[in-house]
């Protein structure tokens, strides 16, 4: 059992991701823009974040970046959960430090292999 | 004084100006009131959708769930597997589809797409592709040549998310089409996403009259990476006009050959490309070759 | 006095005349609008999926942004664009001779460094010289130019429309913000259908909503009546306006601050005319004109969903400069262009639109005056029953009010952008309260306007002063 913060703006992704998380077990929480997202890092430390990358107010690799550039929350793992599908895109969020990266249309069961193995880690 | 004043003058007058003031006010009474009608029945659906989704979870993780009753939840369910069924893949794109047909949502499908409104059949092939995984596309190849461009570029939009690459030539043909074409741009991305591992589906494309297909077919050999393509598309650097040129210049530098690098330099020597193309393949030439040419 | 009587007697007919015909016409405008609109918000769900279904194919976009001192909006406005839900996106900001930080601004929000942007386009001129050119590293499709001013916006918009690279070309002002999804939406006519050479989306005044990192996440209505009156203005001109005269394509203008274009089509006609105040007007005529002379079929269409938000005058000073120069630009523009007036050469343009402009958006203010004064010197005189004139005078007044009204309803109807009640009872208020003071004002910057253009001053460009968008105002 372990926290994740999920950070999405679209209701049907994020609502079955949450779904899925806590069937197997973990504690969800959902924000829905890029700037509260990364409040609810900052206060709750979760052991994971999934994000978007296209979001009102703050995008996914500027909450990345943000995250990173402090050291307290620098070590949480993030997967990002994105519709982009560029080679270029996959590099820049690489680049911003990432960790896993899927692209929608996503399968869940996927992703749920993706996040044991990243909170395992 | 002119003779406006005549019999009856008065009542006609008073209709005019009574009749003017209930316009107005039944005007701004409709717009205000229709502003909160609409954010009541945009709560309610949202309730539904937000139903149908708790609904259709529990379908993805036992399969067992029984179909709803009621009309206005039958279509929140329809509309909300529709959305979720693009954004998903794999095993759980595979519940979806079996639930969906195993509760008569297939069969709706197919009405849909068979009824005399055009936003209607172009919905139906939504939920068909929704409800589809024993790829049986007969009624999406017939909708490609539907009477309305709209339901068309849907069908075709369908076929893409299916992923059915013998389709691909079905969609050239329904793009050349003359008398109800479907929009280039719209069979491109379709083809593209069919991923078809080979150019032999875009044969006729080649050849077309229309030089906006044969870029097309250079743009998506090049897009999906299919090799055998490479000698029909540096064809068309010698033959087409400028947008030609550089559509199929851009797909030679995705393909990589280096065999492709003379053809381009050929280009380059025609008089009539224009000079924002000649721009293009300057660039992709040095990116090719490693060399570059001073426009 | 027999003389004279039958002159008055002339001049209220005419004037009735005419009111009678300009709300005749508007009102089968309204008609057509509503249809148009209705027909493709109820393509709405369908549209919207069809854009999630990402096509790495789409024409890339060149977007060119005018900035003279834009630095309290261009941030937001460049944000708002590199954040943009589109495959490919050239944005060419181009630094009018801006005397403020606004290159400064942008070097700080994207990392700019200097690079060479070669001419592509040597179709079209450019007077001003370029001073520096500049790519981002933090934004790859995004450029910048500094030239020297010539006072001209079209010539900032040449000057990056000889550097555009990709087959679309898009124009909006420094100061405007695009919705993620618009440039989706603007480019999709021209995806589905060749014909389509030009395309122009919804301008709303941004004032008063909320705006936070290039993103309005809160359309409000502003807080003066001043301003107010201009969403309603905005809402008649491009819901009821523009979509019913696209319908039977004869639309006449693609605002300048939301337009799209096929590049080769600009680029055939020169780019936009450098002489020119209304310079949007010119060129849609211009391609229209185009076109007509070779009997090429072609569509310029209006797309009503997508919404440009652009700061509009907040003052009334200010507000009037620029009504000038719109009444001013149209005036020069329709005298260049006198020759397609009335002909049936030009198709529903030259028979329809161009007159309607020239005869009700140009002379309107001049006829209404005048129909106006002349009344009252009847009432005075004698010659009118007063009842009849307040009558006349309040049965016009209602229709207009009427119109507004309209134009209100379709945008609840179909869009809703503005969710709140409270918004919505404000905007049927400025609409009732506009004909009172609003329209005399107006009339009257317009005339000053369709003056100069008659005396043929030369053209000179209003300074705006901009608020920019206060982030969590």
């Known amino acids: ?109 996927e992703l749920v292999v993706r996040v044991e193995r990243l909170l395992s880690a | 004084m002119p003779e406006f004043a005549a019999t009856g003058f008065e009542a006609v007058a008073a209709i005019l100006l009574a009749g003017s003031v209930v316009l107005v006010v039944a005007m701004i009474v409709a717009a205000v ?84 409104f055009a936003i209607r059949r172009a919905r139906g092939t939504r939920l068909f592709v929704a409800a589809l995984c024993d790829r049986e596309t007969g009624p999406l190849l017939e909708l490609l040549e539907d009477r309305d461009a709209r339901v068309r570029a849907a069908a075709a939009r369908a076929l893409g998310q299916c992923g059915i690459s013998t389709a691909v030539p079905f969609l050239v043909r329904a793009a050349q089409s003359g008398t109800r074409p479907l929009p280039v741009s719209v069979a491109a991305m379709s083809i593209i996403h069919t991923a078809p591992r080979s150019a032999r ?94 426009p | 006095m027999n003389v004279l009587h039958t002159i008055f007697t002339v001049v209220t007919t005419v004037a009735i005349f005419y009111y009678l015909i300009h709300h005749l016409i508007f009102g ?21 999926h069809a854009l999630t279904f990402s096509n790495p194919l789409a024409p890339g976009i060149s977007v060119l942004i005018p900035a003279h001192n834009e630095e309290a909006g261009i941030v937001a406005s460049v944000t708002s664009l590199v954040e943009a839900h589109y495959p490919h996106v050239e944005i060419i900001v181009v630094d009018d001779g801006s005397k403020d930080a606004t290159v400064e601004r942008l070097h700080e929000a994207f990392d700019l460094y200097e690079a060479e942007l070669p001419v592509t386009e040597p179709r079209v001129g450019q007077v001003g010289r370029v001073l520096k050119t500049y790519a981002s590293r933090k934004a790859p499709g995004l450029k910048v130019l500094s030239k020297t001013s010539v006072g001209r916006r079209s010539d900032a918009i040449n000057a990056a429309f000889r550097r555009s690279t990709q087959p679309l070309v898009c124009m909006i002002d420094g100061d405007s913000i695009l919705e993620p999804d618009a440039l989706l939406r603007v480019a999709q006519p021209f995806v589905d259908d060749p014909s389509v050479v030009a395309a122009g989306g919804v301008v709303l005044p ?49 605002s300048g601050a939301f ?102 958006e140009l002379w309107g203010p001049v006829v209404e005056l005048l129909g106006l004064s002349t009344a009252v010197l009847g009432v005075a005189v004698g010659w009118v029953d007063p009842w009849l004139f307040l009558l006349f005078v309040a049965v016009s007044f209602l229709l207009s009010i009427a119109v507004s009204l309209a134009a209100l309803l379709v945008e609840v109807i179909a869009f809703g952008r503005y969710q709140r009640v409270s918004d919505t009872l404000r905007l049927a208020l400025a609409a009732v309260f506009e004909p009172f003071w609003f329209r005399p004002i ?32």
Not at chain 1, 6 to 12: G, L, R, S, Y
Not at chain 1, 61 to 81: F, G, S, Y
Not at chain 2, 58 to 63: I, K, P, Q, Y
Not at chain 3, 454 to 462: D, L, S, Y
Request: hydrophobic share 45%; aromatic share 6%.
């Open chain 2, 201 to 294: 589906g875009l044969g006729l494309a080649w050849d077309s009259d229309n030089p906006a297909i044969a870029a097309m077919a250079a743009e998506v050999a090049g897009f999906l990476h299919l090799t055998d393509a490479r000698v029909r598309i540096e064809r068309l650097l010698v033959a087409g006009d400028s947008p030609v040129v550089v559509s199929a210049a851009t797909a030679l530098q995705r393909l990589g050959d280096p065999r492709s690098t003379d053809a381009i330099a050929r280009s380059l020597e025609r008089e009539d490309v224009q000079p924002w193309a000649r721009i293009a393949l300057h660039g992709i030439y040095a990116d090719m070759h490693g060399v570059r040419l001073e």
């Open chain 3, 442 to 473: 107006h009339a009257i910057w317009r005339i000053r306007g369709l003056v100069a253009s008659i005396r043929g001053e030369r053209a000179v460009w209003g300074e705006m002063t901009r608020k920019g968008f206060a982030d969590g105002q």
């Open chain 1, 1 to 109: 059992m372990a926290k994740v913060i999920v950070i999405e703006d679209d209701p049907d992704i994020s609502l079955l991701v949450s779904h899925k998380l806590r069937s197997s077990g973990h504690d969800v929480e959902v924000e829905t823009d890029g700037q509260a997202g990364l409040a609810a890092v900052r206060s709750v430390k979760p052991e994971l974040v999934i994000l978007d990358w296209m979001m009102p107010r703050m995008n996914g690799i500027e909450v990345c970046e943000a995250m990173r550039a402090d050291p307290e929350l620098a070590e949480i793992p993030v997967l990002m959960l994105t519709a982009k599908a560029q080679e270029i895109d996959l590099e820049r969020a690489y680049g911003v430090g990432v960790d896993e990266y899927i692209q929608k249309p996503f399968s869940t069961r």
């Open chain 3, 259 to 360: 337009g799209i274009f096929r590049r080769e089509v600009m680029a055939e006609v020169g780019g936009l005319d450098e002489e020119s105040l209304a310079e949007d007007a010119e060129l849609v005529v211009a391609v229209h004109r185009a076109h007509r002379r070779r009997r090429e079929d072609y569509r310029v269409v209006f797309v009503a969903e997508p919404v440009c938000w652009s700061e509009t005058p907040s003052t009334a000073k200010v507000l009037a400069r620029q009504r000038r120069r719109w009444s001013h630009g149209l005036g020069q523009m329709l005298s260049q262009h006198r020759d397609m007036i009335g002909r049936p050469r030009y198709g529903r343009l030259g028979v329809v639109t161009m007159p309607y402009f020239l005869l009700f």
């Open chain 3, 28 to 48: 089968s405008v309204i008609v057509r609008a509503a249809f148009h609109v209705g027909r493709q918000q109820r393509w709405e769900d369908e549209q919207a």
């Open chain 3, 206 to 254: 941004s004032n008063g909503s909320k705006v936070e990192r290039g993103r309005v996440t809160d359309a409000r209505v502003p807080r003066t009546w001043l301003e107010r009156t201009q969403v309603l203005e905005y809402l008649r001109a491009f819901l009821v306006g523009r979509s019913g005269w696209s319908a039977s394509n004869g639309l006449m203008i693609i």
């Open chain 2, 33 to 116: 009131s229709i502003r909160a009608v609409g954010w009541l029945v945009a709560a309610s659906r949202h309730g539904r959708d937000q139903w149908a989704r708790t609904f259709l979870f529990g379908v993805l993780a036992d399969g067992e769930e029984q179909a709803p009753r009621g009309p206005l939840r039958q279509r929140a369910v329809a509309d909300t597997a529709m959305r979720l069924s693009s954004k998903l893949r794999g095993a759980d794109r595979a519940a979806l589809a079996n639930w969906l047909q195993s509760h008569g949502y297939r069969q709706r499908a197919v009405e849909m797409m068979r009824s005399s």
